[in-house]
């Protein structure tokens, strides 16, 4: 049963930091991508950044320059680095896994908290 849990949440000052992570357990995929997404009540999920089992990123254009995703394959453990944050960052953030040929994500963490105060 794959499993997803992040942590890392919080309540920051607009400018500060903070680093997300997602445990993830219960897969044997040897090709996949995980994704950080988040979502603010009311408005549409938005995709925060991509990573794929070889390594290659891609970022929303929001936090282009600012977040930062990596992984620990060791500790099957994703990360989002979010520096210089903003008001507009806040939202509850997803990890989320899919397996290559998937058309979508299909695995979910329960999600964590991040809130900018200006």
């Known amino acids: 049963q794959v499993q997803l849990v992040e942590s890392g949440g919080d309540s920051v000052q607009a400018g500060g930091s903070l680093r997300l992570s997602c445990v993830v357990s219960g897969y044997t995929y040897s090709r996949y991508s995980l994704a950080w997404f988040r979502q603010v009540p009311g408005k549409e999920r938005e995709e925060v950044a991509v990573i794929d089992s070889e390594g290659a990123t891609s970022y929303g254009h929001s936090v282009k320059g600012r977040f930062i995703i990596s992984e620990d394959n060791a500790k099957r453990t994703l990360y989002l680095q979010m520096n210089s944050l903003k008001p507009e960052d806040t939202a509850r953030y997803y990890c989320?896994?899919?397996?290559?040929?998937?058309?979508?994500?299909?695995?979910w963490g329960q999600g964590t908290q991040v809130t900018v105060s200006s």
């Open positions: 989320a896994l899919k397996p290559i040929g998937w058309g979508d994500f299909g695995y």
